[in-house]
């Protein structure tokens, strides 16, 4: 999942994007960036690390001008070491356009192949994020009029970016001159929203990934972008909107509310906190009816994401909730790290346990999703260290099972505990006394119940139903072997050989 930010104000944006960027450091933290307008002049810093890492006075000092975008990252194509993947992409023509993503391409291949044999255009890297950003350029000057663009050719652009691109896909870009375009693809799997903010100079413009970066910005929640909408804010702060989709429909990624977005933000009209205090309640019930004579002294949260369903779920089987894990404010988020080695290490650098919590109880350990297990193994394990007398296990969330293709990095089923196994495999698997499941449809419920104005959810990662249509068991096959095979995240296809013969035969 990536974090992006756009914004046209009536003064510097530096600060801003940057103090955005903080906001939304969990949804990336392994490459920051911003690209500001001045005049007709794009300043662009960027590197691999957190926000406060990336970012020196020098560097700020140099991000002038009122407009801008800004992006973390945490890779889904590429690679995470690789700092030329790191975001906003430039390319200089036509116009000149930078460019921020959330989420994955699924025809990134394909199109690579477009764009060399056809628009005549060359990425550079791996990332998928480049070839959105040469299809929107290359779809920007095929819209130009007389060498110049308005808004008609810029939905005009968006409309067939719309029908080139398959996959998920959130965008922030600014095209010099003109100003700040953002986007949603057409099945609105990532998320989008628009603030404003009046000022004594004019009203000035905030998408963003997550409501809660409007809210700490100081600018109003107006709406979320709609699946397949684009939405052009020109440099005089003028608002312009358009469907560009065909057939949009809303089918949100329902691991946005498990797991991935921050609780104080609301999504699509959902509050992700909300969504998290249903799921306590529906696994609560859950538990009573397949566990109605359970022996649990204790509710335990593992922290950050799974404490509101936790406190829920305490409170509605009348059991005390204690606080028995302490989190070291200064470790990231381990699911979204490169490398089980690190993730693994910083589970145990992250959460300590406070024994008098565990010592002869019976402990029900809940965590909003078990994914690799790394987290749940190690838990398990430290529960039984401070002296737990049983360890139970519970999961806002389903097993998941399948990868995901859209923007979160579970390229492979191999890496899923879940995958193959029974519940009681994966019981002992974390070596737990007992573990319980959410219910898919109960997941669904839990969400649906705060907007049921949207009938259905990205789920694929639970269901293996993926909502674009165009992902079969070959493409899964191909994403995971790269991963098996090594390569780090590098997608391999076939027509990516084709693409490179070709790329070799015209350079002759
Ligand atoms: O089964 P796993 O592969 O370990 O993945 C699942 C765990 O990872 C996440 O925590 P993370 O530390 O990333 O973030 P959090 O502090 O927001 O809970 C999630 O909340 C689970 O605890
Ligand atoms: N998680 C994301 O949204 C990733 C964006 C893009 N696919 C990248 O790898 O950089
Ligand atoms: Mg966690």
Redesign the pocket.
């Known amino acids: 999942m990536c974090g992006i930010l756009g914004v046209v104000a009536q003064s510097p944006v530096n600060q801003l994007l940057y103090d955005g960027l903080q906001v939304l450091q969990?949804r990336g933290q392994d490459a920051a960036g911003i690209a500001t307008l001045d005049r007709n002049t794009f300043h662009l810093h960027k590197g691999n690390g957190l926000a406060h890492d990336v970012f020196r006075t020098r560097n700020m000092r140099a991000l002038t001008g009122n407009a801008g975008i800004a992006h973390v990252r945490y890779p889904t194509a590429g690679s995470a070491v690789d700092h030329n993947e790191a975001q906003p992409f430039y390319v200089n023509s036509p116009f000149g356009l930078v460019l921020g993503h959330n989420g994955n391409l699924t025809n990134t291949a394909q199109l690579q192949k477009e764009l060399f044999l056809e628009d005549m255009r060359h990425v550079n890297t791996n990332s998928d994020s480049e070839v959105l950003l040469n299809v929107l350029a290359h779809e920007l000057q095929a819209n130009a009029t007389n060498f110049r663009l308005d808004k008609k050719g810029i939905f005009a652009a968006v409309s067939a970016v719309h029908r080139r691109c398959r996959g998920a896909y959130a965008v922030v870009a600014m095209i010099s001159g003109y100003g700040l375009l953002a986007f949603r693809d057409t099945h609105g799997i990532r998320p989008l929203v628009v603030g404003s903010n009046q000022t004594d100079k004019g009203v000035e413009y905030l998408v963003a990934s997550e409501s809660v970066a409007l809210d700490t910005l100081g600018f109003k929640y107006l709406r979320d972008i709609e699946p397949g909408e684009a939405v052009f804010i020109d440099l005089d702060g003028n608002f312009h909107h358009q469907q560009c989709a065909e057939h949009p429909a809303l089918n949100p990624c329902i691991f946005e509310y498990v797991?991935f977005a921050r609780p104080d933000s609301v999504i699509d009209g959902i509050s992700v906190y909300e969504t998290r205090l249903n799921m306590g309640e529906y696994l609560a019930d859950k538990l009573m009816r397949v566990w109605p004579d359970h022996d649990i002294d204790v509710v335990i949260p593992?922290?950050?994401?799974?404490r509101p369903s936790a406190l829920q779920l305490a409170n509605r089987l009348g059991i005390p909730f204690r606080e028995g894990f302490v989190?070291n404010r200064y470790i990231g988020?381990?699911?979204?790290m490169p490398g089980q080695a690190m993730?693994k290490k910083s589970v145990r650098q992250?959460l300590n346990a406070i024994s008098v919590e565990f010592k002869g109880k019976n402990v029900l350990l809940v965590?909003?999703?078990?994914?690799?297990?790394?987290?749940?193994r190690e838990i398990v394990q430290m529960a039984r260290d401070a002296g737990a007398r049983k360890v139970y296990f519970a999961s806002a969330a389903p097993p998941v099972k399948f990868p995901n293709v859209y923007g979160i990095d579970m390229p492979s089923r191999k890496e899923l505990?879940a995958t193959g196994r029974t519940d009681e495999e994966i019981c002992r698997e974390i070596s737990a006394d007992r573990i319980i499941y959410q219910d898919l449809e109960d997941l669904k419920a839990a969400v649906q119940k705060c907007n049921p104005g949207i009938a259905k959810f990205d789920c694929s990662c639970f269901d293996g139903e993926y909502i674009t249509g165009d992902i079969t068991d070959e493409y899964l096959d191909r994403v995971e072997a790269a991963r098996v095979g090594g390569k780090a995240n590098k997608q391999v296809d076939d027509e990516q050989m084709e693409l490179d013969l070709a790329m070799s035969v015209s350079s002759m």
Not at 302 to 306: K, L, Q, V
Not at 333 to 336: A, H, L
């Open positions: 969990h797991y593992i922290p950050d994401s799974s989190k988020r381990t699911f979204i993730r992250k965590d909003d999703s078990i994914v690799r297990g790394t987290t749940s505990i």
